[in-house]
């Protein structure tokens, strides 16, 4: 039996059902759908599973970059615990007892002992009382004078002395500036005090045989510039606060009663 498709009234074949062509088209795009699926989860697999294997790469890099900085951290920490027992050793300390033995004479401790302290004034003429012959250099204390004051005293074998409240080392510099005291950074007015600790006979001996000192006492007597000299049972002198800046050293012994502090000029 021959079936023979259904016509419209015009004799055309008439148009197969909708709801069979709209079930085809779903399932080939499920099946279109499914299959993009796939290929996305196999690209997403590969594209994970390589980052994966850069972060465990990353991960050992980074472990052996610490590993080596913690073997260099103990080998420094190794090498500074040597330089610590090389430091703290019997030869360091000696040595540290050496330097607090000198620090007083040097000037870095304070010193305490029997002293001598020599004043020095100006004659206290204005220009209007000024003798006859005389000029205004001729009564006023001049840095020379403390100078020979200050060798004087070394040469008599003190310990340490100060100018003023200032204790000498020797890279102290005794300057006057017109009628004033320049020293270590500060300006002083007369009077001028200099306090030597130290053997109060020999230091009195070392003032009176001294030319520069004998002749300051000679301006004193006949003009009236201010000389006192007196003992002290006991006297402090601070230890010295600046900055030693030393330009050159040299190794030398100094002999007794030679001053250890350079003329200033």
Do not use: K
């Amino acid at each position: 039996m021959t079936v023979t498709p259904a016509r419209d009234d015009a004799g055309s074949p008439a148009p197969a059902p909708r709801r069979s062509r709209s079930l085809g088209v779903t399932v080939v795009c499920i099946l279109a759908g499914l299959l993009f699926g796939t290929s996305a989860s196999l690209a997403g697999g590969r594209t994970s599973t390589g980052g994966a294997t850069d972060l465990v790469s990353l991960i050992t890099t980074r472990d052996e970059q610490v590993r080596e900085l913690n073997e260099e951290a103990e080998a420094l920490r190794a090498e500074v615990d040597a330089l610590q027992q090389r430091v703290d050793t019997s030869e360091t300390r000696e040595l540290t007892r050496a330097a607090d033995a000198v620090a007083p004479a040097v000037g870095t401790a304070p010193v305490t002992g029997p002293a001598v302290r020599v004043t020095l004034d100006d004659a206290g003429y204005t220009l209007d009382t000024l003798p006859e012959g005389f000029s205004v250099d001729d009564v006023v204390v001049h840095q020379q004078d403390l100078q020979g004051v200050v060798n004087a005293l070394w040469a008599g074998g003190a310990e340490a002395i100060m100018v003023q409240d200032q204790r000498i080392v020797s890279t102290s510099a005794v300057q006057c500036v017109g009628s004033t005291l320049f020293l270590q950074g500060r300006v002083y007015s007369p009077p001028y005090t200099v306090t030597a600790v130290g053997d109060p006979a020999s230091l009195l001996a070392a003032l009176e045989a001294d030319p520069v000192v004998s002749t300051y006492r000679g301006w004193a007597e006949a003009i009236g510039l201010g000389y006192a000299v007196e003992q002290l049972e006991e006297a402090e002198l601070p230890a010295f606060t600046g900055v030693f800046r030393a330009r050159y050293a040299r190794v030398a012994d100094i002999e007794p009663g030679e001053s250890p502090m350079p003329d200033a000029g």
